[in-house]
């Protein structure tokens, strides 16, 4: 069999017989243009292939000999390479990114915390650390110990059971936070819970639905609550307080107080959770106020720490945090994007659910869209937000200061595009399909949540004294969307343009490092080893970052 390595991800598909290579990289989840599908008469679908000597070549009228030979420009749907081959992606790929989650379990020694032993009749928990072991009183004979990875974010939340003994993942589910409804953002929560009538109203809120999610695993599982002994939970330091219901306030105030113990264990009890009562639930570490065992589990599921050449990782969410390693140094910080990259504050903005508009692309003449599992357009999640913004950029309907163009402005617009400007209430927007549109009010939150992880980037490579091209790899993190185009990032602004060559998506890294730590419990002694060393950079504290905020809320000059 003929195996495709695909870079940036280092990811291999195996052609089957007579497949190409387009086909394959569709199946295998990755998306390239190529409007004409697989005729080979645009010339789109151009990739780059390693050792071109060694694969037929694939001649077109837009692909020069020089290219051909000398680059290794291949067309995809003509290339069906009887070798193994290894391709660079163009530009404007995309890709699933449900075909990356969980990529770091495969292999993984399965050494999990919770063992159930029988004697005389009776059966005892022995957890990692102790002793003794636990009585379960509520075990069953056929019971199997089940374990929870669990990511608590400020927008959304997400529940997964494993089968602790084989490490087969069972079943997962989602929802909004519903805290969401006291606040979006983490301030307006650390404001309401820190009244014990507020905490118990967001402990409340967020529990009853963890459970809610909790139960709906199970019974897709046919797995009794009583089964799960072991949970991992990642989550900002304030999801990760209310949910434990501690008083968030001292996150709130100097000097950022963090209440709840990273790198420890706790019981069931203690996040009100319906798992086994002799259960325990471990909180990986936690490096900083802003800084929480979400990003630690990320960080551990990306292998950042142990990366030798200089790399960085984002976690794009409501809460921007990200992490620099250079030569040995880690250096971490985070910045308030708010949840505009979730759906959340958009107008016609909703979660990556079927009929979400996942991808756009402008090519020159009109912007085609895709929706999740092709069904009609209900709203737009945030990979289409991050495409509509960078695609109507692109086609001049927004300028670099954010402005939007009304219909009477259109007169340098596309006709195919100019059809979509639209008034609502006397303020620009574009129509996406019925009853989903894009505003002017929304590109002003793309801008401010672009802006301000942008500003987080640009300072932590300050402080490293780095490049954008000193770096070999960016490693976006946060299941804010499926598709993901690294050339709609450049565009916006939200990375520098040298680095869209250089982006790995790594889909929700919080929820695969926290079912590392499940399957395998000497991970989490050695995350808490290796995050001692890690440093902090408080970019609020730095006098330049109001200046530069300020500037990267414009988007890039683009260059026709």
């Not at 289409?384 to 913004?389: A, F, L, N, S």
């Not at 640009?458 to 000193?470: H, R, V």
Request: glycine fraction near 10%; charge should be negative; proline fraction near 6%.
């Amino acid at each position: 069999m003929t195996e495709l390595t695909i870079l940036p991800f280092k990811k291999q598909v195996t052609l089957e017989s007579n497949e190409s290579v387009l086909e394959a990289l569709r199946r295998g989840g990755f998306e390239i243009e190529g409007p004409c599908n697989g005729q080979g008469i645009c010339g789109k679908c151009r990739i780059r292939v390693e050792h071109p000597e060694m694969v037929p070549e694939t001649p077109h009228r837009r692909i020069s000999e020089s290219d051909s030979r000398e680059k290794g420009i291949r067309l995809a749907c003509r290339l069906t390479p009887q070798t193994d081959i290894t391709l660079h992606l163009p530009d404007d790929f995309t890709v699933d990114a449900r075909i990356l989650e969980g990529e770091h379990l495969s292999g993984i020694d399965l050494k999990p915390a919770a063992v159930v032993v029988s004697r005389n009749g009776s059966y005892r928990m022995h957890y990692h650390g102790e002793n003794a072991g636990v009585e379960l009183a509520r075990w069953k004979p056929g019971y199997s110990p089940k374990g929870l990875a669990i990511d608590i974010g400020t927008t959304t939340l997400v529940v997964t059971l494993f089968c602790l003994p084989t490490g087969k993942q069972l079943t997962t589910a989602s929802s909004i936070n519903p805290q969401t409804r006291f606040g979006h953002d983490v301030v307006s929560r650390i404001q309401k819970g820190s009244t014990k009538q507020g905490l118990a109203e967001l402990a409340g809120a967020v529990r009853a639905e963890l459970n809610r999610l909790l139960s709906e695993t199970c019974k897709a599982s046919n797995a009794a609550a009583d089964e799960i002994l072991d949970a991992v939970i990642g989550g900002n330091t304030t999801m990760l307080q209310l949910a434990a219901a501690i008083n968030p306030e001292p996150l709130g105030l100097l000097p950022f107080t963090v209440d709840i113990k990273g790198g420890a264990s706790y019981t069931a009890k203690s996040f009100g959770l319906k798992m086994n009562p002799a259960g325990r639930i471990y909180v990986p570490p936690i490096v900083h106020a802003f800084v929480g065992s979400d990003i630690t589990a990320g960080i551990l599921a990306c292998g950042c720490v142990d990366k030798k050449k200089p790399s960085l990782f984002v976690d794009i969410g409501t809460n921007g945090e990200m992490g620099l390693n250079n030569g040995g140094r880690f250096i971490v910080s985070s910045t308030a994007a708010g949840p505009a990259f979730e759906g959340m504050g958009v107008s016609c903005g909703i979660r990556a659910v079927p009929g979400a508009v996942e991808s756009a692309h402008y090519d020159g003449e009109a912007i085609d869209y895709k929706t999740i599992d092709n069904q009609p357009a209900r709203g737009i999640c945030g990979s289409g937000i991050i495409d509509t913004v960078a695609a109507l950029l692109r086609a001049g309907v927004i300028d670099p200061s954010g402005r939007f163009k009304k219909p009477s402005q259109a007169g340098d617009v596309e006709p195919l595009v100019a059809e979509g400007l639209r008034l609502i209430d006397e303020h620009p927007a574009f129509q996406i399909a019925e009853d989903v549109y894009f505003t002017q009010a929304d590109v002003r939150q793309i801008q401010l949540a672009k802006g301000a992880i942008r500003t987080g980037i640009d300072m932590l490579l300050a402080e490293a004294g780095l490049t954008p091209g000193d770096l070999e790899e960016v490693i976006l993190a946060g299941a804010f969307g499926y598709h993901l185009r690294p050339d709609s990032l450049a565009t916006i602004g939200l990375i520098p343009e040298q680095l869209s060559r250089k982006v790995r998506f790594a889909g929700n890294t919080s929820k695969t490092g926290c079912a590392m730590m499940l399957l395998n419990i000497t991970l989490r002694e050695d995350l808490e080893k290796k995050v001692l060393n890690i440093e902090h950079l408080p970019l609020a504290e730095k006098t330049s970052f109001q200046d530069l905020f300020i500037k990267n809320l414009n988007f890039p000059e683009l260059v026709s």
